[in-house]
């Protein structure tokens, strides 16, 4: 892009300081479409600031989520639940997780919303107070779904806000953005087993003190957002030439892409709903090294978050989603069948590998339909909550009928799915 293309944004400098971008001047449409890539802004223009406001957002927000998971074995043996109970609460909250997000995108794609992001945080304070006072079933399935409600109106908008302040790098805001959420799900396990094990459920109260700390942050970054979405969605608008492809080849792509996700979020939530039950029951851990075994298995997953998206940008997206659904095949084989040392070395190269892929099929998905963003991001951080849900209702019923040995031997086969990555589109790198 022409280098007066500098003066359209200003990096900031602090978040809730930051300098207004400054009016897109008048441009033929010929000089727009001179960029290389589609429906990205210049990688001159890539606000960090930004970029790491809405990830430290996303940490704050899954550590809350993860550590619902984090104190299932405690709310097991205090209201006496099953596996089909642990099952439904992982449901409710990612059902309401992936119910609204599609239609918060798609809503937000015509009208963007940049303050709804704090109010996301406070339906999650309101889920993680009521879960610390819950004392039924019934409770914990509220709390659960409160939680989710306010991920539903967090992702699809935050998601928007790290594509509009990549500069054109993609995979790499993406894979920033998601690196938060990854780290905030692997600290849940830890906060659990050393400040909720020991001092009760009563402490997940304190937990709500996070939940301010990411309304106040949000809100710095919804004052940057709603200065910056109308000068930059219309250049990268203008920018927009699409894929050339037919509406029934971008369908059957999506289509493909979904059902990756499946297989990828089945297993990943077999391992973070019941990898710690599946350690107490078959090598008779304690819970307190239960959660510390999970949060191995979750770094390994923030890992491969932050490193899937720039290998994408760099080589093909393709070539990341091959390498990271199927290359985690022979190490979940091979989990079922190991000692206790083994199956927790063997969660270190499946979280790393399986979550390799979300950021590239997420940016994968968006360029396939530039124009959509917000409802593909909800789509898709939705269906990975709502996948992930079903999955556990169901294995959790799988488990009490057999058992959750039983449960990763089956699960195992899931990422064989990888192989329809054959059918998807080559649309890396075309040119505008």
Same mark, same amino acid.
């Given at each position: 892009?022409?280098?007066?293309?500098?003066?359209?944004?200003?990096?900031?400098? @602090?978040?809730?300081?930051?300098?207004?971008?400054?009016?897109?001047?008048?441009?033929?449409?010929?000089?727009?479409?001179?960029?290389?890539?589609?429906?990205?802004?210049?990688? $001159?223009?890539?606000?960090?600031?930004?970029?790491?406001?809405?990830?430290? /957002?996303?940490?704050?927000?899954?550590?809350?989520?993860?550590?619902?998971?984090?104190? =299932?074995?405690?709310? &097991?043996?205090?209201?006496?639940?099953?596996?089909?109970?642990?099952?439904?609460?992982? @449901?409710? !909250?990612?059902?309401?997780? %992936?119910?609204?997000?599609?239609?918060?995108?798609?809503?937000?794609? &015509? &009208?963007?919303?940049?303050?709804?992001?704090?109010?996301?945080?406070?339906?999650?304070?309101?889920?993680?107070?009521?879960?610390? #006072?819950?004392? %039924?079933?019934?409770?914990?399935?509220?709390?659960?779904?409160?939680?989710?409600?306010?991920?539903?109106?967090?992702?699809?908008?935050? $998601?928007?806000?790290?594509?509009?302040?990549?500069?054109?790098? @993609?995979?790499?805001?993406? %894979?920033? !953005?998601q690196l938060g959420g990854n780290i905030?799900?692997s600290i849940g396990p830890l906060l659990?087993?050393?400040?909720?094990?020991?001092?009760?459920?009563?402490?997940?109260?304190?937990?709500?003190?996070?939940?301010?700390?990411?309304?106040?942050?949000?809100?710095?970054?919804?004052?940057?957002?709603?200065?910056?979405?109308?000068?930059?969605?219309?250049?990268?608008?203008?920018?927009?030439?699409?894929?050339?492809?037919?509406?029934?080849?971008?369908? $059957? *792509?999506? %289509?493909?892409?979904?059902?990756?996700?499946?297989?990828?979020?089945? =297993?990943?939530?077999?391992? $973070?709903?019941?990898?710690?039950?599946? #350690?107490?029951?078959?090598?008779?851990?304690?819970?307190?090294?239960?959660?510390? =075994?999970?949060?191995?298995?979750?770094?390994?997953? *923030?890992?491969?978050?932050?490193?899937?998206?720039?290998? /994408?940008?760099?080589?093909?997206? &393709?070539?990341?989603?091959?390498?990271?659904?199927?290359?985690?095949?022979?190490?979940?084989?091979?989990?079922?069948?190991?000692?206790?040392?083994?199956?927790?070395?063997?969660?270190?190269?499946?979280?790393?590998?399986?979550?390799?892929?979300?950021?590239?099929?997420?940016?994968?998905?968006?360029?396939?339909?530039?124009?959509?963003?917000?409802?593909?991001?909800?789509?898709?951080?939705? !269906?990975?909550?709502?996948?992930?849900?079903?999955?556990? *209702? #169901?294995?959790?019923?799988?488990?009490?009928?057999?058992?959750?040995?039983?449960? =990763?031997?089956?699960?195992? !086969?899931?990422?064989?799915?990888?192989?329809?990555?054959?059918?998807?589109?080559?649309?890396?790198?075309?040119?505008?």
């Open positions: 892009m022409p280098g007066d293309a500098r003066g359209y944004h200003r990096l900031a400098r @602090l978040l809730g300081t930051l300098d207004p971008v400054l009016p897109l001047r008048s441009r033929k449409p010929s000089c727009m479409t001179a960029t290389t890539d589609t429906a990205r802004p210049t990688a $001159s223009a890539t606000v960090y600031p930004v970029l790491w406001a809405i990830s430290i /957002g996303h940490l704050i927000n899954d550590t809350l989520q993860s550590l619902l998971a984090g104190v =299932y074995p405690i709310l &097991k043996t205090d209201l006496a639940l099953n596996y089909t109970q642990i099952g439904l609460i992982t @449901l409710a !909250f990612q059902l309401t997780a %992936s119910v609204l997000q599609p239609i918060i995108g798609a809503v937000t794609d &015509k &009208k963007p919303l940049p303050y709804s992001l704090p109010v996301g945080s406070f339906l999650t304070l309101c889920g993680i107070l009521l879960l610390a #006072l819950a004392h %039924s079933f019934t409770a914990v399935l509220i709390a659960a779904a409160c939680i989710g409600l306010g991920s539903s109106i967090f992702h699809p908008e935050a $998601s928007r806000v790290a594509r509009l302040a990549s500069g054109g790098r @993609l995979g790499m805001a993406q %894979s920033l !953005f905030g799900t659990a087993a050393f400040v909720v094990l020991p001092f009760g459920q009563p402490s997940i109260a304190w937990f709500g003190l996070l939940a301010v700390l990411s309304a106040t942050l949000l809100t710095g970054v919804s004052r940057w957002y709603a200065g910056h979405i109308k000068p930059v969605a219309g250049a990268v608008r203008a920018a927009v030439t699409g894929t050339g492809l037919s509406q029934a080849r971008t369908m $059957s *792509a999506l %289509s493909i892409l979904i059902v990756l996700m499946f297989s990828k979020f089945v =297993y990943m939530t077999s391992l $973070s709903s019941f990898l710690p039950l599946y #350690l107490i029951d078959r090598y008779s851990v304690t819970v307190q090294n239960s959660q510390l =075994y999970l949060f191995v298995f979750l770094a390994a997953v *923030a890992a491969g978050t932050f490193v899937g998206g720039p290998i /994408g940008d760099r080589y093909g997206r &393709k070539f990341v989603i091959w390498l990271s659904i199927l290359g985690a095949l022979p190490f979940t084989m091979l989990l079922p069948h190991v000692d206790l040392t083994w199956a927790v070395i063997l969660t270190i190269p499946i979280g790393f590998i399986l979550a390799s892929a979300f950021s590239t099929i997420v940016v994968f998905a968006q360029e396939l339909m530039p124009g959509n963003v917000g409802m593909i991001s909800g789509l898709f951080f939705g !269906f990975a909550f709502g996948a992930g849900g079903i999955g556990a *209702a #169901l294995l959790g019923g799988l488990a009490d009928w057999t058992s959750i040995s039983f449960v =990763y031997q089956v699960c195992a !086969f899931l990422p064989a799915l990888g192989l329809l990555t054959w059918l998807l589109p080559d649309i890396d790198r075309k040119p505008a």
